[in-house]
């Protein structure tokens, strides 16, 4: 199929680059949606954990439970902070292949891992299917795929590290 000439999108031989710039900004679109199930599953633990007692007192009481409510809490705002900085670089126009690529590994892991998390603070009741946490769980698995698996995401961050070098971008 032939089509005229001014239907061209973007400078000719430049559709591969331009795919991928797009690409870009639909990682750190995800990493932000990874921050949001972590976020939703901090929060619904620390409910959870408030409320549930055990031995008659809160779980939440308990330093085992403490733990992973505080790590959960760190790995979120270090997501967040991720896709902040991967964002404003998009907003400013500057080169930020590197920054989605680490906003999207770091956010979409950290999402499988403290929802996981989420789950053991809910016991076995967070298994069950109509917990908002058992969902948040399949959720973020979807993170770590879609967009260019967290795999290539590492494959992209390993290039842009020997192509520009190491230091803080
Ligand atoms: C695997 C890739 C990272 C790399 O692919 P290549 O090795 O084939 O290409 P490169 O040599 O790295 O680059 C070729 C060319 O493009 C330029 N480039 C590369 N990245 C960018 C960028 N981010 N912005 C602008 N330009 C870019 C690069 O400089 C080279 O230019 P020159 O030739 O030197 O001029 C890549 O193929 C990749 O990221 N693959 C993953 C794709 C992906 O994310 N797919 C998922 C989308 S669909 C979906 O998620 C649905 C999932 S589902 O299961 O339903």
Same mark, same amino acid.
């Given at each position: 199929?032939?089509?005229?000439?001014?239907?061209?999108?973007?400078? @000719?031989?430049?559709? #591969? =680059?331009?795919?991928?710039?797009?690409?870009? %900004?639909?990682? +750190?679109?995800?990493?932000? *949606?990874?921050?949001?199930?972590?976020?939703?599953g901090? @929060?619904?633990? +620390?409910?959870?954990?408030? /409320?549930? !007692?055990?031995?008659? $007192?809160?779980?939440?009481? #308990? /330093?085992?439970?403490?733990?992973l *409510?505080?790590?959960?809490? +760190?790995?979120? @705002?270090?997501?967040?902070? *991720? +896709? =902040?900085?991967?964002?404003? !670089?998009?907003?400013?126009?500057?080169?930020?292949?590197?920054?989605?690529?680490?906003? %999207? $590994?770091?956010?979409?892991?950290?999402a499988v891992a403290r929802s996981a998390d989420a789950v053991q603070? #809910?016991?076995?009741?967070g298994?069950?299917?109509?917990?908002?946490v058992? $969902?948040l769980y399949?959720?973020a !698995?979807?993170? /770590?795929?879609?967009?260019?698996?967290?795999?290539? /995401? $590492?494959?992209?961050?390993?290039?842009?590290?020997? %192509?520009?070098?190491?230091?803080?971008?």
């Open positions: 199929m032939r089509l005229p000439a001014d239907a061209l999108l973007g400078d @000719e031989g430049r559709g #591969f =680059h331009m795919m991928m710039s797009v690409l870009d %900004k639909g990682r +750190v679109g995800i990493a932000a *949606l990874a921050v949001g199930i972590g976020q939703a901090l @929060e619904a633990a +620390v409910d959870y954990a408030a /409320q549930r !007692k055990q031995f008659k $007192r809160p779980i939440a009481e #308990f /330093q085992g439970v403490q733990w *409510l505080a790590d959960m809490a +760190v790995d979120v @705002e270090a997501a967040r902070l *991720l +896709v =902040h900085s991967a964002a404003t !670089k998009i907003d400013r126009g500057e080169d930020a292949t590197r920054a989605c690529s680490m906003a %999207k $590994r770091f956010a979409g892991d950290m603070v #809910f016991g076995g009741s298994y069950i299917r109509g917990f908002e058992e $969902r399949r959720d !698995k979807i993170t /770590q795929i879609y967009e260019g698996t967290n795999q290539i /995401q $590492r494959m992209i961050i390993a290039r842009e590290l020997i %192509k520009n070098g190491a230091r803080a971008a």
